[in-house]
């Protein structure tokens, strides 16, 4: 089998990636050893991200974030829930964070309005009674499966190739670099290989493997984080508190239950999907704080996934102790050309990031690829809707 490009992993990235090639005419094959969505793309709360959570913290990550939602919600409304956000000061959080979160927002250009206590608690009145402030901002809820099912079919539209519950055993190469990849159907067992000019590592928190069965060697921090759904919505809007990021401070009322997460564990397994008896009594007494009614709510299902995240700066800060809040590391991403780095041409790697940010994170990996391939073609996907599944 030949194409122009393999990109390994089917999240949101790795689909993005496939549309964003796709639309510029490039012959595109992804290849994915689960089914679309099932990594770290199906594994989160539901949000998508104005980029007021880390106005405080991350800006450049807050403004990738606020960018990036005002096109996801022209371009692919039909995945979204606009529930719209209510950033809440309960009565633990410190007033002092108030200002600088403010001054945050406008430097991100996130809008912003302030609500009466009484009107907030009017609008969702399982909030805490003793809520002191409480400011509107435009989140929506992002049904991620759909995202990842909405991008292989427009991908695939544009003539792209999707060989799902296929896993990369190995890579081809000469002295020039990686020349394609062996693939096997974890169905079937049947091994493919596929002759490419470029491979793209989309991988999620798996990249680093990826890279090493290609020879290229980076370092990632993985963070892992819990997330509770419990029975009905709760809310109608997105609650967050207002603080710095930390663990239980977000509900997303999504489809028909109510979302409570997260927390902040390192791991060095990519597939680390445990959620441990602290994990859950952390998220609901801190939730409790903002919404004290949910501990007499039915916890229906939990899960955990692992954030992909690439920031050198905090990984030894992330190796000790056996709770370090990886929210240190910085939200945004890095596209690593290996030829450059590493010597070894035809293969590019994206990491870090987030959900909200796929179709950015697909757009400068895109980029790097056609200037590669020696393509001329820009990028589409700002304006390109995104076929309904």
């Known amino acids: 089998m030949e194409t122009d490009v393999v990109v390994i992993g089917g999240g949101a990235t790795g689909a993005g990636v496939a549309w964003d090639l796709s639309l510029r005419g490039i012959d595109v ?102 809520t002191r402030r409480a400011f509107e901002v435009p989140d929506a809820a992002c049904d991620s499966f759909s995202l990842c099912g909405a991008l292989r079919r427009s991908a695939e539209s544009e003539g792209a190739k999707f060989l799902v519950y296929h896993k990369v055993e190995g890579f081809h190469g000469d002295n020039g670099g990686i020349t394609g990849v062996r693939a096997t159907d974890l169905r079937s067992g049947e091994t493919q290989d596929i002759r490419c000019s470029m491979v793209v590592n989309a991988a999620g928190p798996w990249a680093a493997e990826v890279g090493n069965a290609a020879g290229v060697e980076f370092g990632m921090v993985l963070s892992r984080g819990a997330m509770l759904a419990f029975n009905g919505r709760w809310t109608s809007a997105i609650v967050s508190r207002l603080r710095p990021p930390g663990d239980g401070d977000i509900f997303v009322p999504l489809g028909y239950s109510g979302v409570a997460g997260t927390t902040s564990v390192p791991t060095d397994d990519p597939g680390d999907t445990r959620i441990e008896d602290w994990e859950r009594e952390r998220i609901i007494s801190e939730t409790e704080t903002f919404l004290p009614g949910i501990r007499r709510g039915k916890i229906l299902r939990s899960w955990a996934g692992v954030r992909p995240l690439y920031d050198p700066d905090t990984q030894s800060d992330s190796a000790e102790g056996t709770h370090v809040d990886n929210r240190k590391a910085t939200r945004t991403f890095d596209v690593l050309d290996h030829e450059e780095e590493d010597g070894v041409g035809g293969i590019l790697t994206i990491v870090g990031g987030k959900l909200t940010t796929f179709r950015l994170m697909a757009e400068k990996t895109s980029d790097a690829a056609c200037e590669k391939l020696g393509v001329d073609k820009t990028c589409l996907t700002a304006e390109a809707e995104i076929l309904a599944t």
Request: glycine share 10%.
């Open 29 to 130: 094959t992804l290849v994915e050893m689960g089914d679309m969505g099932t990594g770290t793309s199906g594994r989160y709360h539901g949000l998508l991200h104005t980029g007021a959570r880390y106005v405080a913290s991350d800006l450049t990550s807050a403004r990738e974030c606020f960018q990036e939602h005002t096109i996801i919600r022209r371009v692919a409304p039909h995945v979204l829930d606009d529930t719209g956000g209510l950033f809440v000061l309960s009565p633990s959080d410190e007033e002092e964070f108030v200002d600088g979160w403010l001054d945050g927002c406008e430097a991100a250009n996130i809008p912003v309005q302030e609500l009466d206590a009484s009107e907030a608690l009017d609008r969702e009145p399982l909030l805490h009674p003793g």
